[in-house]
């Protein structure tokens, strides 16, 4: 008898919370990021339309809530609806439907919806709607923090603890900027004199800020992204409502028309749908960074050190080629010493066994002696690695490289190694293998580069030799959205860079071990910030120093790599306190990150570094 009447219980309070009497938008959404009336029928929810879009139409509540937690704005999905030409902005409907939470993937948040629309009635015409505007001196989102779920900050590891689709945290709009996001779903909204914070991707998607208070910003007026600083107050700007297209030529800092459009959420990201496409009302000067300053001195008094991740750079792309050259010559101003990432074999991206990349690399050197007038002669070194085991894009076998100018410098008692023969220092200190894979085998390595170590001596025998440690580690490949469901958000590959960094980190050491006093440098593409955890214990075991730090590089201007909203640096210099004494100069060249997506040469801006190692 218990047991019928329990069920007897439950299939009643199921008939109950199946359907619900009229409910106000307000209601619907609740303070919460999940509707209390998820998966409920609702009637005679009455409201101003504020948009139309192809698959629906947007409401603004006729009784607006007092309570900053609570949007007045709702999301009506249904292309009948979208297309009924007798309900038009401006008009007061009342509507039944069911309401849902809907995502695309696993990974994003919800967006509370009412499907199944069913208008019963049209009760005005013609009703003004004046978007919300987002500025200083009203509505303004958090400039830090993303969630109250980010424990640790949203950059913190270990990470992916919680989901906000589980815990449903109250919102706290003036706190976090994805609840501020959230408290204004739905809701038709203007941003006055907005600014690109990044480029568009292939949609014409683009990522902007407006009259309110920033954090992170640098001189090109984008935001840096630091440690406790993910810049939540930037918003996404998608496709446009009218069917136009939003461009996909706008720069960081370019100045755009007001912005008016509806909140929403999708493919990951809070976003503004715009009613028509963004417009760039001006663009920043000068559009391309001055060349680096930073010129060798050709002598163990001023030495310069570069360093590019020159993206998939393979022989047979000659206007690849040929661009990469030209930044080397024009921009880096040929440093004595480059170190460069991602330089595929002789073939691309043909996966026939092919790993050597003496092609590739020779077609950048003679290309770089072209412009130079037979100025510059670059040599170069590097190590094959073992078929289809270093990542990247498939069959291109992608692997560090060093070009120098043997001119001014040259390997000291070169001796290279192969792919699977790890390097070791010997009493000296000296290097086994000159150059040499960092512990190859090493299961850390698994599809992703191997650092190559080498040493290196002037060509005149002047000065101390020089260790260089050149890594490219292991992606983000597999992160979630800073907007995303996990909090903190999932950082992809961040174990594999852990582990990288010990191994990376270990074998300094055992240079510094040898002589406290050596001159040691490490650098490349970390696929990490300087202040998350692989990267700062690899600091920190290794006893190197962050270059940008010694260099004393204001923190917003330490970014080579925009991503989403953020301009941020991937790329590193860490030197040994010896070689830290002698830093004359480090400079990041802007010669990607500053022009359109069209216009750049590789993802990453390269970086030029001066020491005196005499």
């Known amino acids: 008898m218990k047991t019928v009447t329990t069920l007897l219980r439950c299939f009643t309070a199921s ?108 009760l005005e015409h013609g009703k003004t709607v004046e978007p919300l505007v987002i500025s200083k001196g009203g509505l303004s989102p958090p400039t830090s923090q993303y969630s109250g779920l980010d424990e640790g900050g949203v950059f913190a590891v270990p990470n992916n603890q919680s989901l906000i689709s589980v815990e449903n945290p109250r919102l706290e709009p003036e706190l976090y900027g994805l609840d501020f996001w959230e408290s204004l779903m ?65 720069k960081l800092g370019d100045h755009l028309e007001t912005i008016t459009g509806v909140v929403y959420q999708a493919f990951g990201f809070y976003r503004i749908l715009p009613l028509t ?118 069959g291109g076998n992608i692997r560090v490289a060093y070009l120098y100018r043997a001119d001014v410098i040259r390997l000291r008692n070169p ?25 190859p085998l090493n299961a850390a390595w698994t599809d992703s580069r191997k650092p190559l170590a080498a040493a290196w001596e002037l060509a005149d025998g002047s000065g101390k030799a020089l260790f260089t440690i050149n890594v490219h580690w292991t992606s983000k490949g597999g992160s979630t959205s800073l907007h995303g469901d996990a909090r903190p958000p999932v950082n992809g590959g961040v174990e594999d860079r852990q582990a990288q960094a010990e191994v990376t980190a270990s074998f300094i050491s055992s240079i510094l071990s040898a002589d406290s006093s050596a001159y040691v440098v490490t650098l490349g593409d970390f696929n990490e910030f300087a202040f998350a955890a692989p990267v700062t214990a690899f600091a920190s075991r290794s006893g190197l120093s962050d270059l940008d730090a010694v260099a ?35 400079e990041h060249v802007h010669v990607n990150t500053w022009v359109s997506y069209d216009d750049a040469t590789s993802d990453h801006d390269p970086s030029v570094a001066k020491f005196d190692i005499c």
């Not at 935001?223 to 496709?239: F, Q």
């Not at 050709?298 to 570069?306: E, L, P």
Request: proline share 7%; hydrophobic share 30%; net charge negative.
């Open 15 to 122: 008939l109950f919370v199946a359907s619900a009497s009229a409910q106000s938008i307000p209601q619907i959404n609740g303070d919460r990021f999940l509707s209390p009336f998820n998966g409920q029928n609702v009637t005679n929810v009455t409201g101003i339309v504020t948009a139309k879009g192809p698959d629906g139409i947007w409401l603004r509540s006729a009784k607006p809530s007092s309570d900053k937690r609570v949007s007045d704005g709702l999301y009506v999905y249904g292309s009948a609806l979208a297309g009924n030409t007798s309900i038009s902005v401006g008009d007061v409907i009342v509507v039944d439907g069911k309401v849902s939470e809907y995502r695309s993937s696993k990974d994003y948040l919800y967006m509370t919806e009412l499907g199944s629309p069913k208008v019963t009635a049209i």
């Open 186 to 250: 739905g809701e038709l909204v203007t941003i006055e004199n907005p600014r690109a914070v990044g480029r568009p991707n292939q949609y014409g998607d683009t990522w902007v800020v407006g009259e309110w208070n920033t954090t992170g910003d640098n001189d090109r007026t984008g935001l840096t992204v630091s440690a406790g600083d993910g810049n939540p107050e930037a918003i996404i700007i998608g496709s446009p409502l009218d069917g136009s297209d939003n461009p996909t030529d706008t």
């Open 552 to 586: 004393a590089i204001p923190p917003t201007e330490r970014y080579t790599y925009l991503y989403d909203m953020n301009s941020q640096e991937l790329d590193h210099v860490f030197v040994s306190p010896a070689l830290a004494e002698g830093v004359k100069g480090f």
């Open 277 to 394: 496409n963004i417009s760039v009302i001006q663009s920043l000067s000068p559009e391309v960074p001055p060349p680096t300053s930073l010129v060798s001195d050709g002598a163990c008094a001023g030495i310069t050190v570069g360093d590019y991740n020159v993206e998939n750079f393979y022989a047979g792309d000659t206007a690849h080629v040929q661009a990469v050259a030209t930044h080397i010559v024009e921009y880096m101003k040929t440093p004595d010493l480059l170190a460069v990432q991602e330089i595929q074999d002789d073939n691309g991206e043909t996966d026939d066994g092919t790993v050597d990349a003496d092609g590739t690399l020779s077609a950048l050197t003679t290309a770089i002696q072209e412009l130079s007038n037979n100025s510059v002669a670059y040599n170069y070194t590097y190590i094959s690695p073992l078929n289809d085991e270093s990542g990247g894009a498939p």
């Open 415 to 439: 001796n290279p190694g192969n792919a699977t023969e790890p390097n070791e220092v010997l009493p000296g200190p000296e290097l086994k293998y000159n150059p040499g894979y960092v512990d």
